[in-house]
């Protein structure tokens, strides 16, 4: 089919792709985003292209129909790391090689813009989730003061406001597991009051994150630390430039991202650190929230409990790292911005170690008490889920201070991949 | 003189009917309509949730602090005008009676700071 100019001009733009992830793999996707030839969206309306990334598990098909069938059609999926769908399995593409979602997600857009692609069938029926629900012949009268229940959702009775006791209608939702600015697969019943979160309360806890190879080897006998740093580096620049783009500085998360691609030993992130500084990310909605208590920062571990000065660094019990002066970062204020400002400055002082260990010159001696990317690892313990602890974190606080509060804590799971496997670095 | 203004006028309205007609490429008699979209995309996206009751809810704006401050500012500027006049005739004590007007309004102006109604969201 012959593509008229607006077509042809239309294909040659950025393919805007909504990238839904069925595994913990941010820090993949986040990588592959940097390929000029792709735009991550941050709703499937905006999207042409949708990115699977991970294997869908059956407890979540209906989920996925949801968010599949919001593309805006002709649109088309592309899975990787795991298997398509049995109804969209018919000229599925897949994706073999992450280098290659550029040239791939380019040319289905190409196809479905020419009507080579028709786009893919709905997977959800094309009929009102929630039927009117009225009680006379036409469908009037009914509950509620709007006389009947439309589409079968009830109206919200009112309820005391969090902030000063008006009585207004709660909105309450279920969240997730798709959603891009969660943490992956976490779901969760939301209420909100205006735009206070009332209440969090989470339902699925996130796909546990995967320990990088560097880091399972750590587990079992002596590493090259350069190895090990060069490794936590790159996932605390991952952290913050997710914790960036929530903030809506999309750029700057571009430029986090691509820095974290080619870390070098002893490189400086002093620009960095002053772009952050100047654009006020460090002052944004939320940055002064988030304060955790002595048994949510004990249960964080990590970074987290370091920002309030609580917790320790298993690094400090490693011959090795003790041979090149290690000590500790700890701040004392707690917030989420102080956790961004200490992952910037751990990523600094990671790099510096990488360097003073030298090329696999210095190796760590110490496998019982290994400090990993979220809090340490005693005799083999890997640290657990800390999601719960949302549900007292986030109320109170307004929607984008919420957010960015979620965005400065990592709180999944630690799970081992195997030796060998592949991490998410 | 008239009747060529209005067939000049005439010929433009036939142009720009005519490319209206010939840029929007379909007959007049068959107009199109966009078809709503499904009903899976006229759903708020939640990442794969669901609302658990109608959008229609009521909430407040809270706009109490920003009307405050809106009448704070609208008085100061209201009375300012005609004091402009006054003061010169009435001098150092028109001076004073608007020092005293500002410090009440500036409490007013404060309490709503207080309140955040200056806090951008």
Same mark, same amino acid.
């Given at each position: 089919?012959?593509?008229?100019?607006?077509?042809?001009?239309?294909?040659?733009?950025?393919?805007?792709?909504?990238?839904?992830?069925?595994?913990?793999?941010?820090?993949?996707?986040?990588?592959?985003?940097?390929?000029?030839?792709?735009?991550?969206?941050?709703?499937?309306?905006?999207?042409r292209v949708l990115l699977?990334?991970?294997?869908?598990?059956?407890?979540?098909?209906?989920?996925?129909?949801?968010?599949?069938?919001?593309?805006?059609?002709?649109?088309?999926?592309?899975?990787?790391?795991?298997?398509?769908?049995?109804?969209?399995?018919?000229?599925?593409?897949?994706?073999?090689?992450?280098?290659?979602?550029?040239?791939?997600?380019?040319?289905?857009?190409?196809?479905?813009?020419?009507?080579?692609?028709?786009?893919?069938?709905?997977?959800?029926?094309?009929?009102?989730?929630?039927?009117?629900?009225?009680?006379?012949?036409?469908?009037?009268?009914?509950?509620?003061?709007?006389?009947?229940?439309?589409?079968?959702?009830?109206?919200?009775?009112?309820?005391?406001?969090?902030?000063?006791?008006?009585?207004?209608?709660?909105?309450?939702?279920?969240?997730?597991?798709?959603?891009?600015?969660?943490?992956?697969?976490?779901?969760?019943?939301?209420?909100?009051?205006?735009?206070?979160?009332?209440?969090?309360?989470?339902?699925?806890?996130?796909?546990?994150?995967?320990?990088?190879?560097?880091?399972?080897?750590?587990?079992?006998?002596?590493?090259?630390?350069?190895?090990?740093?060069?490794?936590?580096?790159?996932?605390?620049?991952?952290?913050?430039?997710?914790?960036?783009?929530?903030?809506?500085?999309?750029?700057?998360?571009?430029?986090?991202?691509?820095?974290?691609?080619?870390?070098?030993?002893?490189?400086?992130?002093?620009?960095?650190?002053?772009?952050?500084?100047?654009?006020?990310?460090?002052?944004?909605?939320?940055?002064?929230?988030?304060?955790?208590?002595?048994?949510?920062?004990?249960?964080?571990?990590?970074?987290?409990?370091?920002?309030?000065?609580?917790?320790?660094?298993?690094?400090?019990?490693?011959?090795?790292?003790?041979?090149?002066?290690?000590?500790?970062?700890?701040?004392?204020?707690?917030?989420?911005?102080?956790?961004?400002?200490?992952?910037?400055?751990?990523?600094?002082?990671?790099?510096?170690?990488?360097?003073?260990?030298?090329?696999?010159?210095?190796?760590?001696?110490?496998?019982?008490?290994?400090?990993?990317?979220?809090?340490?690892?005693?005799?083999?313990?890997?640290?657990?889920?800390?999601?719960?602890?949302?549900?007292?974190?986030?109320?109170?606080?307004?929607?984008?201070?919420?957010?960015?509060?979620?965005?400065?804590?990592?709180?999944?799971?630690?799970?081992?991949?195997?030796?060998?496997?592949?991490?998410?670095? | 003189m008239e009747l060529t203004?209005?067939?000049?006028?005439?010929?433009?309205?036939?142009?720009?009917?005519?490319?209206?007609?010939?840029?929007?490429?379909?007959?007049?008699t068959k107009p199109q309509?966009?078809?709503?979209?499904?009903?899976?995309?006229?759903?708020? /996206? *939640?990442?794969?949730? @669901?609302?658990?009751?109608?959008?229609?809810? $009521?909430?407040? =704006?809270?706009?109490?602090?920003?009307?405050?401050?809106?009448?704070?500012?609208?008085?100061?500027?209201?009375?300012?005008?005609?004091?402009?006049?006054?003061?010169?005739?009435?001098?150092?004590?028109?001076?004073?009676?608007?020092?005293? /007007? *500002?410090?009440?309004? @500036?409490?007013?102006?404060?309490?709503?700071? $207080?309140?955040? =109604?200056?806090?951008?969201?």
């Amino acid at each position: 089919m012959a593509m008229n100019w607006l077509r042809q001009l239309a294909a040659k733009a950025p393919v805007p792709v909504y990238p839904l992830l069925a595994g913990n793999l941010r820090t993949d996707i986040q990588t592959m985003g940097l390929d000029p030839r792709i735009e991550w969206v941050a709703s499937p309306r905006h999207a042409r292209v949708l990115l699977v990334a991970g294997e869908l598990s059956p407890a979540t098909d209906r989920a996925f129909g949801k968010v599949h069938d919001q593309l805006p059609g002709p649109a088309a999926s592309i899975w990787w790391q795991g298997q398509p769908l049995d109804s969209l399995a018919d000229g599925a593409t897949i994706l073999d090689k992450a280098d290659d979602l550029g040239r791939v997600a380019h040319q289905l857009q190409v196809d479905l813009l020419s009507g080579k692609h028709r786009g893919e069938p709905a997977l959800c029926p094309d009929e009102p989730p929630e039927p009117w629900q009225g009680l006379g012949d036409i469908g009037h009268g009914g509950e509620g003061m709007m006389g009947g229940k439309p589409y079968g959702r009830s109206m919200a009775m009112p309820t005391d406001d969090l902030r000063d006791g008006l009585q207004l209608d709660p909105m309450a939702f279920s969240l997730g597991p798709f959603c891009s600015f969660l943490p992956p697969g976490l779901e969760a019943n939301v209420t909100l009051h205006g735009d206070v979160v009332a209440s969090f309360e989470v339902c699925s806890t996130p796909y546990p994150s995967l320990l990088p190879g560097v880091f399972e080897k750590a587990l079992e006998g002596p590493v090259s630390i350069t190895e090990l740093e060069l490794a936590r580096a790159r996932h605390y620049l991952h952290q913050l430039g997710h914790a960036l783009w929530i903030n809506q500085s999309g750029t700057v998360a571009h430029a986090v991202f691509a820095k974290a691609r080619s870390l070098k030993p002893g490189e400086s992130l002093n620009k960095l650190k002053k772009q952050l500084i100047y654009t006020g990310f460090y002052r944004s909605a939320g940055a002064d929230k988030g304060v955790l208590g002595d048994s949510q920062a004990l249960m964080t571990g990590g970074v987290a409990a370091r920002a309030c000065g609580r917790g320790s660094d298993a690094r400090v019990d490693d011959d090795g790292y003790r041979s090149l002066g290690f000590k500790p970062l700890v701040m004392d204020r707690g917030d989420a911005a102080a956790r961004w400002w200490l992952w910037l400055e751990e990523a600094q002082r990671s790099l510096q170690l990488a360097h003073d260990a030298g090329p696999g010159h210095v190796k760590t001696s110490n496998t019982r008490s290994v400090e990993l990317l979220r809090g340490a690892s005693r005799d083999g313990q890997l640290p657990e889920d800390g999601t719960a602890m949302l549900e007292d974190l986030l109320p109170g606080l307004e929607w984008s201070e919420a957010m960015a509060v979620l965005a400065s804590l990592d709180l999944s799971a630690v799970q081992r991949a195997g030796a060998g496997a592949e991490g998410t670095l | 003189m008239e009747l060529t203004e209005l067939l000049t006028l005439l010929i433009i309205g036939l142009l720009t009917f005519a490319v209206g007609l010939w840029l929007s490429g379909r007959p007049i008699t068959k107009p199109q309509y966009r078809a709503a979209p499904p009903w899976p995309q006229r759903a708020p /996206f *939640l990442g794969g949730g @669901s609302p658990e009751n109608h959008a229609w809810n $009521r909430f407040h =704006a809270r706009y109490y602090p920003m009307t405050l401050l809106l009448i704070a500012f609208e008085m100061e500027m209201m009375f300012m005008y005609p004091w402009a006049v006054v003061y010169v005739a009435e001098g150092m004590k028109a001076l004073v009676e608007m020092g005293m /007007f *500002l410090a009440i309004l @500036s409490v007013g102006i404060i309490y709503g700071w $207080r309140e955040g =109604a200056f806090k951008w969201q």
